[in-house]
């Protein structure tokens, strides 16, 4: 699925891991023709210079992308909530995750914009394995896309589909938690099937947990890419715990999809 064409937005706090992150975002950007907006949230816990840390993540995307546009901002606030805002002119808001360095953009602010944010947002989970600029991005796992039948694992197909084919990988189709004939799958899988033949499809079902399930297909994965929707039934429905706590747990970078 082909981004549009508003800025892809990355969250850097100046550590190691935010890095990585900013190595994902820039990938993409140039992939989807993108500008890049780096942003920091200025806070009372984060680093003094934050006019330098967004220079320093620009900086390096630079020697990694020359051909992309970037821009820079500091704005004051906690990270969820300036990610968020930023989030309403978006394509993608990336940001790094589960930082076990004491950086501020750890997996609650994933998992907060998994659930609140107003466009896709891409955690880099273990950021740090990336930020090293000979490091190779994941280049030959597949994409695995979480599906159920619903409306949102049909727009996770949809961005499934897209990363798979621009990175030329297999695309793995997975249904968790209560099981589904195979049959339904496949009937689910075919429309996909029809439109992407240039990509390697596989389909499986496991009667496990969802979190489980996906968790376990994230430790070989480039990317897991997840529908986010909401649950209750009031006003203001609450994010569906199960993915904020595969954004917390996934060993590999999550796309949580949203509708726009």
């Known amino acids: 699925m082909q981004l549009a064409r508003n800025p892809i937005v990355v969250g850097v706090d100046g550590s190691t891991a935010s890095l990585g992150a900013v190595r994902w975002a820039a990938d993409e950007a140039a992939r989807h023709g993108c500008t890049l907006r780096v942003v920091h949230a200025m806070s009372w816990e984060g680093p003094a210079d934050g006019q330098g840390v967004v220079l320093d993540a620009a900086a390096e995307v630079r020697n990694w992308q020359p051909g992309?546009?970037?821009e820079?901002?500091?704005?004051?606030?906690?990270?969820a909530s300036v990610l968020q805002d930023q989030s309403r002119t978006a394509s993608l808001v990336v940001i790094g995750g589960r930082v076990h360095e004491g950086g501020l953009l750890d997996a609650s602010v994933g998992a907060h914009l998994s659930g609140f944010a107003h466009c896709p947002v891409l955690?880099?989970?273990?950021g740090w394995r990336w930020a090293d600029p000979m490091s190779s991005?994941?280049?030959?796992?597949?994409?695995?896309?979480?599906?159920?039948?619903?409306?949102?694992?049909?727009?996770?197909?949809?961005?499934g589909y897209g990363e798979a084919a621009a990175?030329?990988?297999?695309?793995?189709?997975?249904?968790?938690?209560?099981?589904?004939?195979?049959?339904?799958?496949?009937?689910?899988?075919?429309?996909?099937?029809?439109?992407?033949?240039?990509?390697?499809?596989?389909?499986t079902s496991r009667d496990a947990p969802v979190l489980d399930a996906l968790t376990e297909a994230a430790r070989t994965a480039l990317l897991l890419v997840i529908g986010a929707h909401r649950v209750g039934w009031y006003e203001h429905p609450r994010p569906n715990p199960v993915t904020q706590l595969i954004v917390h747990h996934a060993a590999s970078p999550v796309l949580v999809t949203r509708s726009v």
């Open 137 to 159: 991005l994941p280049q030959h796992a597949p994409v695995v896309v979480g599906v159920d039948g619903s409306p949102s694992s049909q727009r996770a197909l949809a961005f």
């Open 123 to 126: 955690v880099v989970n273990n």
């Open 72 to 79: 820079t901002m500091t704005i004051g606030g906690s990270p």
């Open 167 to 203: 990175r030329h990988v297999p695309l793995v189709a997975l249904h968790a938690g209560r099981t589904r004939p195979h049959e339904a799958v496949a009937a689910e899988m075919e429309p996909w099937l029809r439109r992407h033949p240039e990509v390697e499809t596989r389909f």
């Open 68 to 70: 992309i546009e970037i």
